[in-house]
């Protein structure tokens, strides 16, 4: 028995802000986490889902209600409504920054706490050299800060940044762009977490948080441009390490597709023809060939095109599979990487997996 | 049908704000009667409160009898097995003959519950459920009250954050009743009927809410 004075807690006067939260315990990671995953839930249903008690339950419900990171229901007085109504995380309890560093540009994104793009913006890059992607970055997170409130700017919980896992190993300028410390710049310019991983790793990790992964164990993942990049996804558990990169079409020509894509092009244009047949036989051969070690039914394909086209590739590839294998398309858009770099922070920071 | 347990001081057992002793609203008026009319075909709604309870001082005026420590003991062995234990204690110990402060009283309702945790009193020898129900604050006005419960004004206010801190470290429910009922202005610290009913009807879904698995017999 305890007499000493109870330990501090959170309390609503003092609030930690973002902060705090990189203390949440593992139990309160674990409840975000099953929130993130079903919308709305009730207490009873997070205990069952979750192992923890009904008391434990309570407690942690009232540190995320108090930290504004679950909506309060309907009702009512400043708690939790009635028993029937979900608990359910609330969109604007946080917001997060993604930046992707492409070959041309960067590719920015602000996401709510349940994923929803608030702002999107992308930027050049002048050349492929480290001043230019430093002063770039810097200067498109600004751009991006500039549209939130000090409300919302104080419920940042950190930048996620990505970068392409492979540039040209004979350019030393795109070496030194890969070597160069840009996590550093970004928390010493906004002062805030900043979260760095593999691009295809981290959009492949925002469909399994908030896109058509979500309740899917099992899964091949694939981005489309000019390669093919995948991603085996077991278990919910992303693997990562030496992924082969299979080329689909060279830089030149993906760059004349895409600029077709982008200015309208649909898929009766001959280039976006022969890109969509290049990719359903890249596809293809790699779904067979990962079939001999591994069942995976489920294929979920991103490419930075519109849903158009995207839409066209889910329905050619179908054809040519077996019927076992469900092919979804994302819906994340040809935004998907920044959108992968904005869940980074997310996931570190609430979820109880890492990705 | 499950039980509940509701320990608490005059405003549980229903002393009536006219300020003559022991005048006690009619059973199904005082909120653990509103409760029963609620939940009372799922729940055994277990009335336990008593006039100038408090959570673990003997009272040299009123006598030993108001200590809810030495009380809670037995009470709780009479109706185990129980599946929730309700706790609204506190503004007995602002009086200023115990000069507490905030903290303390809230400690004082950690030790019940601790005392509740070492006890087998749940169902199948478990501990059972605890709501820590914190007491509404006093009126600005105790009228002749006003020097038993000097400077109450200012503590009373102080209970609700203390309490869910306790809640916290002892991992409990929790509920501030403050946000649903005020202390009458007629006597300045005890509820009103309208204040019971809408309590009886607060603690009701806060039960609800805590979340019950399937009907036991």
Known sequence: MRFAPPPTVRVAEHPGGMNQVLARSFNERLIMSLLLQHEGMTRLQLGQESGLSAQTISVIVRALERDNLVSKGEAVRGRIGPPTTPISLNPNGAFSIGLHVDRHAIEASIINFVGEPVFQRRSSLAALDVQTVQDTLTGTVDALLSELGAEQKALIAGVGLTLPGRFEADRPEEQAILAHDFEEDLRAHTGFEVFIQNDITATASAETLFGQAKRIDDLLFCYVCEDLKPRLILGGRIYTGSTPQISICDSETWQRTHDAITSGAQDDDPAVRQWLGAVVEKLDTLVQSLGKFATVSELILSAPVPKSITDVLVSDLKLKVSAGLTVTGSQFGPNALAYGAATLPIHSRFTAETP | MRSVLCYGDSNTYGQTTANKPDDRYPHDV????????????????????????????????????????????????????????????????????????????????????????????????????ILIVAPPPTAL???EWSDVFLGAQEKSRALAREYERVAEAHEVHFFNAGLVVNSSDKDGFHLDVQAHKDLGHAIAEEIAAIGWPEQRD
């Open chain 2, 141 to 143: 006005d105790l009228k």
């Open chain 2, 30 to 129: 005082r909120w653990p009667g509103v409760l029963r009319s609620l939940v009372g075909n799922e729940w055994l709604v277990i009335e336990e409160g008593l006039s100038g309870r408090t959570t673990v001082s003997d009272d040299e005026i009123e006598g030993s009898e108001k200590n809810g420590r030495t009380y809670l003991r037995p009470c709780i062995m009479s109706h185990k097995p129980l599946d929730l234990v309700i706790i609204m204690l506190g503004t007995n110990d602002l009086k200023v003959r115990f000069n507490k402060t905030p903290g303390e009283i809230a400690m004082g309702v950690g030790a019940l519950v601790s005392d509740i945790k070492s006890m087998p009193a749940g169902v199948d020898g478990k501990i059972p459920e």
